[in-house]
């Protein structure tokens, strides 16, 4: 009896979280000299996303929002995927802190 509920309760783990992963939503941005590719982002409301961030440059950058709470350095060259929580439907400020005119937006609609 023991056996059977551990096995019908791991079998509703799997099936009540399983849907929940595969519904990730993951985004991409490039740090470069200049700019953030893409320079606008769109992304849905009030849901969590990944936000992949690669540093295109020879030197370290910040990626920063305020407003989303993000703060990560990303070494040069490197990837790092950020965990960003749900926001509210508008618009939101991204940029490198190390050099403040590459920045772009992101928005939450």
């Known amino acids: 009896m023991l056996k059977s509920l551990s096995c019908a309760l791991a079998l509703a783990t799997v099936v009540f979280i399983a849907p929940a992963v595969a519904d ?15 320079a606008e982002l769109r992304v849905p409301a009030n849901t969590a996303f990944d936000l992949k961030v690669t540093n295109a440059t020879v030197a370290a950058a910040e990626i920063e929002s305020e407003d989303l709470r993000l703060e990560k350095v990303i070494p040069a060259g490197e990837t790092a995927t950020l965990r960003v929580r749900p926001a509210k439907p508008g618009s939101y400020k991204v940029f490198n802190e190390f050099k403040e005119s590459v920045s772009g937006i992101i928005i939450a609609e």
């Open 24 to 38: 990730t939503h993951s985004f991409e941005v490039k740090i470069l000299d200049d700019r953030l590719e893409p």
